[in-house]
């Protein structure tokens, strides 16, 4: 019998190519070879993050937690003062890959300005879970509070993967914690919301996502199915994407936006020109890139 079973197949294979495709980032890349994306976004990254460990007053692998892996790396302007903002980056890498010690790009601009920088680390897959992950975030963010009471805002930033970590921060509920982080804004950049589709590339298999686990950590999902209601902190929320992400990330962060406008979140959505998933984040390298402008017209215009 031929015919039922090969045409299904093939179009089965082709979907889970398309999607595969979908959430490789560096492939819709247009400035250089696929092959040397990664590479390159690491290098500025650790590039970055030597001269900001030279050039900046620093405390590294400052424990949050009792786990191995629960340092941050703390950078501070070069005035001192006890009420400044805070920013912390979330790095991403699918939850698989990527460390605080080549994510430290915006730690000259941003203190430069008065900002004390932390780039927080977590337990990638697979020896992290994605809940390990997101408590990991969180406990990060109590951390700051409780060090910094007298903080002038905490600015959460998070890049794809961290960008989902920094969502969920979004659903968290603090009362476990004894203190709610001074959360003042949200920069989301190339994020991913719904997890999902994921399940069904090769980015899962070592995260050993099962539907439940890639719903309950799904911020697109946990807030669709909140009732209307006031949730989450009042502050800003941030979403932004490159004009070169995938049409997948786009789709994602649109529909992100429009259900954090829709529960009453201080939403909004920008699609950045001439920019990918990478050096949307490498250029905040530098002090007159946008987005480095918009993260210093968040942090300031709400002081
Ligand atoms: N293998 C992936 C790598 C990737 O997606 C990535 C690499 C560094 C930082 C963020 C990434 N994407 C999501 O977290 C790719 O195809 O680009």
Known sequence: ??????????EHSERAQELEKQYSPSRWV???????????????????TRKARATRRSQL?????????????IYFPDEDSKASPLFLFIHGGYWQSGSKDDSAF????????GVVVAIVAYDIAPRG?????????????????????????????????????????LLASWTKHGVTPN?????????IYDLEPLMHTSQNAPLHMALEDAQRNSPQRCLEVTPARPVGPACPVLVVVGQY????????????YETLHRVGLKASFQELPGVDHFDIIENLTR????????ILKTIFLSL
């Open 106 to 113: 915006m730690v000259n601009p941003l203190t430069a300005q």
């Open 245 to 256: 992400d995938s049409p997948e990330f786009h789709r994602q962060s649109r529909e992100f």
């Open 30 to 48: 247009i400035r250089m070879k696929a092959e040397d994306v990664v590479n390159t976004f690491v290098g500025t990254g650790s590039q970055a």
């Open 1 to 10: 019998m031929g015919g039922g079973q090969g045409p299904f197949k093939r």
């Open 287 to 294: 002090e007159d890139d946008i987005l480095t402008q918009i």
């Open 129 to 169: 879970t994605l809940d390990l992950m997101r408590d990991q975030v969180a406990r990060s963010l109590v951390f700051l509070q409780r060090r910094y009471p007298s903080n002038k805002g905490i600015y959460l930033c998070g890049h794809s993967a961290g960008a989902h970590l920094a969502a969920m921060m």
């Open 183 to 191: 959360l003042q804004g949200f920069l989301l950049v190339s994020g």
């Open 61 to 73: 692998d400052v424990p949050y937690g009792d786990g191995e892996g629960e340092k941050m790396d």
